[in-house]
């Protein structure tokens, strides 16, 4: 990915030039005339008026709180857990926002930073970033599409350093840039394809806020900006906001899948941090989906000691239509409910262990049930029964058991959508996430 500097009304002292035309490179009047012109781009990172300040000062503030997540995330992961995809991950933000920073012209004129030595810290990092982006996504990714992930790999990592190596023969950072930019652009497809793919099932949102960074990605690379801000931080701040919604989905193939509800403790930045900190954890549980138990267990090993006193429930099953099976395991969540549409029977899955994260011994059990056409399985956060009803009053455990009773006929989207008419109609102190999965007649 390719990042330049934002652009506006700036001062600039005019350098003499020893010639009309621009002096030929390499000759000893082009390198003075290289140093001229540095000398009075470094002009422009000092003055600057009260507009400039307000577009940089958003970014500046984007890319300190991205930094402090991805070096926090990345020393988590290899300090403590071992984990390679929030490793990765870590690495990777932690990396897009050096280069916000040296690119903001607040940042470069507090640190008293030269332009060519922010054009080449920039260059560097936009070479090279590309490699733990494509680590992240290998361990994500299921199998079939890990060939490609592979090539993609290995072109990132054979392209950095020959990038590098052709920017200081030629004494330009961005002499490579073209071909980096396909190499970016390409990546960007290739993972716009399998996000699509991956999470084409009840996943809208997500889908969009990736969809969108990656476009951003894109049109940055194609060197297209909005007028004076660049639109490349914001899609990343969008996709920072999609990683912090509380539910996830592991498709292991067509007839299993694994859910993933749960809330976080507390709100703002440092509960956003957490949901971002657990989904990436979740996506990296492919192997061992199939268990809800060892699932929560492992995060909850990888939380330990990390949230302060901040703490995490959740609730996770693993449905398998080849067994006709559904395996549930929670931790301090919410009992979710299975019902049976054969036997018209509302089964309450209670089964939970502790909270994730405060403590370092706890354990996890599944329980499990048959599951048959018909049938459905609702999740949710606290949110949802402390909502207002119409009367004033919390909308409550009886009353969701009575209208889960009452609706089994709706369709998914309906009945979420009556569900939650019915209980957030007044007051709501909380975030609600809510889902449901219904095995089709087919």
């Not at 071992?82 to 932690?94: C, E, M």
């Not at 920072?240 to 993933?260: H, K, M, P, V, W």
């Not at 989904?279 to 990296?284: Q, S």
């Not at 809800?292 to 995490?312: C, H, M």
Request: glycine share 6%.
């Amino acid at each position: 990915m390719t990042v330049c500097s934002h652009r506006g009304r700036i001062g600039v002292r005019a350098a003499p030039l020893r010639a009309e035309r621009d002096p030929k490179p390499g000759s000893a009047e082009g390198r003075q005339f290289e140093r001229e012109r540095a000398a009075a781009n470094s002009q422009k990172d000092v003055e600057m008026n009260p507009s400039d300040l307000r577009t940089e000062l958003p970014y500046l503030l984007l890319a300190t709180i991205v930094l402090v997540a991805g070096v926090a995330t990345a020393a988590f992961s290899a300090l403590k857990v071992k984990d390679r995809a929030l490793l990765y991950f870590g690495v990777f933000a932690a990396l897009y926002a050096t280069r916000l920073l040296i690119l903001n012209r607040i940042f470069r004129s507090a640190f008293e930073i030269p332009t060519n030595v922010s054009e080449w810290c920039v260059a560097v990092i936009s070479y090279t970033i590309l490699v733990p982006g494509a680590l992240f996504f290998r361990v994500l990714i299921g199998h079939e599409w890990r060939n490609a992930a592979t090539w993609v790999l290995g072109t990132t990592i054979v392209f950095a350093p020959i990038a590098i190596a052709w920017a200081a023969i030629a004494g330009n950072p961005w002499a490579p840039d073209r071909v980096n930019n396909v190499i970016v652009i390409t990546s960007m497809l290739l993972a716009a394809s399998f996000i699509v793919y991956r999470y084409r099932r009840g996943q809208e949102w997500l889908i969009l806020c990736f969809l969108l960074f990656l476009a951003t990605v894109v049109m940055k690379n194609l060197q297209f900006n909005f007028g004076r801000y660049d639109p490349e931080p914001l899609g990343f701040l969008v996709l920072l906001t999609a990683l912090g919604s509380l539910y996830d989905f592991i498709t292991l193939d067509e007839r299993r899948l694994t859910i993933l509800v749960a809330d976080v403790s507390g709100h703002g930045v440092p509960a956003a941090l957490i949901a971002s900190m657990l989904k990436v954890l979740f996506g990296a549980q492919n192997e061992y989906a199939a268990n809800p138990a060892e699932v929560l267990s492992r995060i909850n090993s990888a939380l330990n000691g990390t949230l302060d006193r901040q703490f995490v429930t959740a609730a996770c099953a693993h449905i398998d239509l080849v067994e006709r099976t559904v395996h549930y395991a929670g931790a301090g969540h919410p009992a979710s409910f299975l019902w049976k549409s054969s036997t018209r029977e509302l089964i309450e899955l209670a089964e939970n262990g502790l909270f994730l994260g405060p403590f370092r011994t706890a354990t996890y059990r599944n329980i499990s049930h048959a599951i048959e056409p018909g049938d459905f399985v609702l999740f949710y956060t606290d949110g949802l029964v402390e909502g207002t009803s119409l009367d004033g009053q919390p909308f409550g455990d009886d009353r969701l058991k009575r209208f889960i009773r009452a609706n089994t006929a709706e369709e998914p989207k309906s009945f979420v959508d009556r569900l939650l008419q019915a209980a957030l109609v007044g007051v709501r102190e909380d975030d609600v996430t809510l889902v449901l999965a219904k095995v089709n007649s087919s």
